[in-house]
Nanobody, 123 residues
Framework: VQLQASGGGLVQAGGSLRLSCAFSGRSFSSYNMGWFRQVPGKEREFVAYITRSGSTIEYAARVEGRFTISRDNAKDTVYLQMNSLKFEDTAIYYC?????????????????WGQGTLVTVSS
């Protein structure tokens, strides 16, 4: 499995970015997908996940209402729409794929990880 994240960049506070993560190598619709982020020197943290069919979605409290996760199983891609960005959203964002059926907020439940895309929000 390969995951290729893209869409990061520099944006002013209050702005928006849309991250994409292209999945290849196996059946995308068999995997639950998550986004995590990490600031250098800090632990990687959960941002959002979406289940195989898209029927269940969960967000971290600090992004709920501002970020939207979605997936297109026909395009083998998961997205993270980020609005009203704040300086504290600055991080490297990682997409991940899980073949398991629960605890998607935990990193250990994910089998595959993308390389990360850097999001920088200027204040």
């Amino acid at each position: 499995v390969q995951l290729q994240a893209s869409g990061g960049g520099l944006v002013q506070a209050g702005g928006s970015l849309r991250l994409s993560c292209a999945f290849s190598g196996r059946s995308f619709s068999s995997y639950n997908m998550g986004w995590f982020r990490q600031v250098p020197g800090k632990e990687r943290e959960f941002v959002a996940y979406i289940t195989r069919s898209g029927s269940t979605i969960e967000y971290a409290a600090r992004v709920e209402g501002r970020f939207t996760i979605s997936r297109d199983n026909a395009k083998d891609t998961v997205y993270l729409q980020m609005n009203s960005l704040k300086f504290e959203d600055t991080a490297i964002y990682y997409c991940a794929a899980s073949s398991r059926n629960y605890y998607f907020t935990q990193m250990r439940m994910y089998d595959w990880w993308g390389q990360g895309t850097l999001v920088t929000v200027s204040s």
